[in-house]
C-alpha cells in the first residue's frame, strides 16, 4: 500500500512538473516596467533659439510629438524681405497702369 501511494505521488508530481514547463513555452515573454534612457539626442531641421519648451522632463512622448518651438529669425527676415519686394511691385505697376505723365512724356 505504501508503494502504491509512493507511486502516485510520484506520477503526479512528475505530471505536474511537466505542466509548469510547458506553460511558460509557446508565446512570447511580457513584462511591465520603466525604463530610463541614458541620453537621446534631438534635431532640428533648420536652426534658431528656443521660443518655447512643450514637454516636461519625464512625459511620455510618442514618435513625431513636437517637444520645442524655435524663433523663426531667418524666415521672418526673408518675410520682410518678400514683403518689401511686393511693395515694390506694386508701386511699379500702379506707375505702369496710370500711364505716363506729360512731364515724362515732354522729357522724351
Same mark, same amino acid.
Given at each position: 500500500?505504501?508503494?502504491?501511494?509512493?507511486?502516485?505521488?510520484?506520477?503526479?508530481?512528475?505530471?505536474?512538473?511537466?505542466?509548469?514547463?510547458?506553460?511558460? !513555452?509557446?508565446?512570447?515573454?511580457?513584462?511591465?516596467?520603466?525604463?530610463?534612457?541614458?541620453?537621446?539626442?534631438? $534635431?532640428?531641421?533648420?536652426?534658431?533659439?528656443?521660443?518655447?519648451?512643450?514637454?516636461?522632463? $519625464? %512625459?511620455?512622448?510618442?514618435?513625431?510629438?513636437?517637444?520645442?518651438?524655435?524663433?523663426?529669425? !531667418?524666415?521672418?527676415?526673408?518675410?520682410?524681405?518678400?514683403?518689401?519686394?511686393?511693395? @515694390?511691385?506694386?508701386?511699379?505697376?500702379?506707375?505702369?497702369?496710370?500711364?505716363?505723365?506729360?512731364?515724362?512724356? @515732354? %522729357?522724351?
Amino acid at each position: 500500500m505504501l508503494a502504491r501511494a509512493l507511486v502516485i505521488l510520484a506520477v503526479s508530481a512528475a505530471l505536474l512538473t511537466a505542466l509548469l514547463l510547458r506553460k511558460g !513555452d509557446g508565446g512570447p515573454l511580457v513584462v511591465s516596467g520603466i525604463i530610463e534612457a541614458e541620453e537621446i539626442r534631438v $534635431g532640428s531641421r533648420v536652426g534658431g533659439r528656443v521660443r518655447k519648451v512643450l514637454v516636461e522632463e $519625464g %512625459q511620455t512622448i510618442t514618435t513625431g510629438t513636437v517637444l520645442v518651438e524655435l524663433e523663426p529669425f !531667418d524666415l521672418l527676415e526673408e518675410r520682410a524681405n518678400a514683403e518689401a519686394e511686393l511693395a @515694390a511691385r506694386r508701386a511699379e505697376l500702379e506707375r505702369l497702369e496710370s500711364g505716363y505723365r506729360e512731364e515724362e512724356i @515732354a %522729357q522724351a
